[in-house]
């Protein structure tokens, strides 16, 4: 059970905030040295997951530069003026419906959000706009709460909705697990199974979303700065 200490390094740092960088290095580290690899073997290993993982890597900062382009050529003020034109639009309406779209694309294997390329540059932005229709500046606290919400939109939306395809890697490590402990099963089978959680989550999903309205509507307006 030693073997298994990177587990709580990782929960213990992520609940204390500390750097997630140093948090999963220190968990390696540890898991591999306890594990009986040479200091110069764990190291080894970090470097050839990174080489392994390289055109991965390279995806991610490009999704980054693009969207920073897009940011910069006015992508944010654009979606909120489009949210500002649709009078009936919630910031949890708008989240909820973002997350049934990524939920839906991730069951049929279907790539089309992220927290870089969609999240941060459109969703949150448009929830944003539309909780300001009619309040004026929101206060940081409620700005916060929406980004959140957003962001648990994505998370909900792409990792339960992917355990519905059974091409994605999670259901297969499950598979190759079953098949190590000889238990019959199929992907079908464990995809089929991924629907009923898949619907609970984006109920719980949508209770927040309504939580958040009714939370915005009772928020107190932005203070305003001082006079001078």
Not at 195 to 220: G, K
Request: glycine share 10%; aromatic share 8%; hydrophobic share 55%.
């Amino acid at each position: 059970m030693i073997k298994l200490i990177g587990i709580p390094i990782i929960a213990f740092g992520f609940a204390l905030g500390m750097n997630p960088l140093l948090v999963v290095l220190a968990a390696g580290l540890s898991t591999g040295l306890v594990a009986g690899m040479p200091f110069d073997a764990v190291v080894a290993q970090f470097g050839q997951s990174f080489t392994d993982s390289r055109t991965v890597t390279f995806q991610v900062v490009l999704v980054v530069m693009v969207i920073g382009v897009l940011e910069r050529y006015g992508l944010q003020a654009r979606a909120e003026t489009l949210i500002r034109r649709a009078t009936a639009a919630t910031a949890g309406r708008i989240i909820l419906l973002y997350t049934a779209m990524r939920q839906i694309g991730s069951a049929l294997g279907l790539n089309i959000g992220g927290h870089a390329s969609a999240v941060r540059p459109l969703v949150a932005p448009m929830a944003e706009a539309a909780a300001a229709m009619g309040r004026g500046d929101l206060d940081p606290k409620v700005v916060h709460d929406i980004r959140a919400h957003a962001s648990a939109g994505e998370n909900v939306g792409n990792f339960f909705g992917e355990d519905i395809f059974i091409a994605v890697g999670a259901v297969l490590l499950m598979k190759a697990f079953f098949d190590s402990q000889k238990v019959p099963v199929s992907v079908w089978a464990m995809a089929l199974w991924g629907i009923p959680t898949a619907v609970v989550a984006f109920a719980a999903m949508a209770w927040r979303c309504w939580a958040l309205d009714r939370r915005i509507r009772r928020a107190p307006p932005a203070p305003r700065p001082p006079a001078r």
